[in-house]
């Protein structure tokens, strides 16, 4: 599936099922929880945390596929095309970080 097939995906969905889109400062809320959310298994997982007994059944995609979800919904509603927007963010970083990482003597 495309970035374009998603939003559209997203728009259908929340058109029929969903009702109607969350306002846009709801959505940032809910974007805020869901990145919170990848964050607490990120650092139970793989940082020094450990697990609460109703942590260990998560799904680290699941999360993650709950950020894409409320970003792809916040384009819709904002006008963004993110494909189109993630297409010139790759040509700003082509441009911009060309050499940078590589001269970077922390990566080495």
Known sequence: ?????????????????????????????????????????????YGEQSFKESDKEVDLGDEMADVLWVLLCLANQTGIDLNKAFERNFEKKNKRDKDRHKNNEKLK
């Open 1 to 45: 599936m495309t970035i374009e097939e998603a939003q559209k995906q997203v728009d259908e969905w929340i058109n029929t099922t969903g009702v109607r889109y969350f306002s846009e400062l709801t959505n940032m809320a809910i974007l805020t929880e869901e990145v919170g959310e990848v964050a607490r298994i990120m650092s139970r997982k």
